[in-house]
């Protein structure tokens, strides 16, 4: 019996420390659906299946704990297949994957500014204007450096300094 309780609680601790881990990713449509009832801004991971740098971000950057914190608690983050094949319907407007860009969905083309690199992270945010700002930034983040990146945007830093600044003064969780 003793050992079944022990066994019964080491199991949820593994459990609680795993759901504390791992990034809650919504699709396009979920993370719009929660914007219009909470606006904060989107993170979207644009991703292939072939894209081994997009395989090495998942497991060693969105698993550290505290990437999946700042992502759970102040993004609406979004797993986004570029090359996908089933359309999208976002903003109120349906993209699809024609060909036409080669394998990528329209919305990706858009996302990335037609810059078609992989694995990419674009932020959405609101702009004064109530307009939606999307900022790709291309390329494999470690954990430290993904930190930076995802604090910059949201605490809103670049309102008031550029990134290369801001970089130089931030003193991470990731060690």
Sequence with gaps: MKKSFTFLVLALISIIAFSQESVKWFTIQEAEKLYT??????FIDTYTDWCGWCKKMDK???????????LNSKFYPVKFN???TESVTFLGQTFINDGKYGKANQLAVALLKGQLSYPTVVFLFPQKDGNLAAAPFPGYREPKDMEVLLSFIADKAYDTQKFDDYQKSFAGKVK
């Design 37 to 42: 009832q909470s606006p904060r801004p989107f």
């Design 82 to 84: 570029a090359e996908g």
């Design 60 to 70: 060693d950057t969105f698993t550290n704990p505290v990437i999946s914190e700042i």
